[in-house]
C-alpha cells in the first residue's frame, strides 16, 4: 500500500481565491471533505437529505438557522447542520475558511440554487 497524502490545510486554502465555491481536497467512503472560503453572506438554503459539517480554520463564521440562535464559530471550531435545516452562513470577521464535509453530489446551495452553486473542483 502507498502511504496516504497528508494534506496541510492552510496550503490548500492558499491554491485559491474564490468565495463560496468548495474544492474537494479528499473522498471518505461515500463523502467528500471540502474547503472554501467565505466573505460577505451566503443564500439561505437547505438540504433535503444531508447534514452538513462546518469546521472554521480562520475567521469567524455565524451560521444563521431559521427559528434558532445561530451557530458561531471561530478557529477551530465546528458545528453540524441537520438534514432539512434552512440556513444561511454569514461571516462576522473575515475573510472565513472552513473545511466541510459533505455526501458526495451535495450542491452548495442546496435547494436555493441560483448564481453561487458552484461546480466542486479537485485541488
Same mark, same amino acid.
Given at each position: 500500500?502507498?502511504?496516504?497524502?497528508?494534506?496541510?490545510?492552510?496550503?490548500?486554502?492558499?491554491? !485559491?481565491?474564490? #468565495?463560496?465555491?468548495?474544492? %474537494? $481536497?479528499?473522498?471518505?467512503?461515500?463523502?467528500?471533505?471540502? /474547503?472554501?472560503?467565505? =466573505?460577505?453572506?451566503?443564500?439561505?438554503?437547505?438540504?433535503?437529505?444531508?447534514?452538513?459539517? !462546518?469546521?472554521? #480554520?480562520?475567521?469567524?463564521? %455565524? $451560521?444563521?438557522?431559521?427559528?434558532?440562535?445561530?451557530?458561531? /464559530?471561530?478557529?477551530? =471550531?465546528?458545528?453540524?447542520?441537520?438534514?432539512?435545516?434552512?440556513?444561511?452562513?454569514?461571516?462576522?470577521?473575515?475573510?472565513?475558511?472552513?473545511?466541510?464535509?459533505?455526501?458526495?453530489?451535495?450542491?452548495?446551495?442546496?435547494?436555493?440554487?441560483?448564481?453561487?452553486?458552484?461546480?466542486?473542483?479537485?485541488?
Amino acid at each position: 500500500m502507498k502511504t496516504p497524502p497528508v494534506l496541510n490545510l492552510a496550503e490548500k486554502h492558499a491554491t !485559491f481565491t474564490e #468565495t463560496w465555491s468548495p474544492k %474537494r $481536497i479528499a473522498r471518505l467512503d461515500d463523502y467528500e471533505v471540502k /474547503l472554501a472560503k467565505a =466573505e460577505g453572506e451566503f443564500v439561505w438554503h437547505h438540504h433535503e437529505n444531508e447534514d452538513e459539517l !462546518f469546521l472554521v #480554520t480562520q475567521g469567524r463564521l %455565524r $451560521i444563521e438557522i431559521e427559528n434558532a440562535d445561530p451557530a458561531i /464559530l471561530g478557529p477551530g =471550531e465546528m458545528t453540524v447542520i441537520p438534514k432539512g435545516v434552512r440556513h444561511r452562513p454569514v461571516v462576522e470577521e473575515g475573510p472565513v475558511h472552513m473545511l466541510l464535509l459533505e455526501r458526495a453530489g451535495v450542491v452548495n446551495t442546496g435547494d436555493a440554487g441560483g448564481d453561487l452553486t458552484a461546480v466542486v473542483e479537485d485541488i
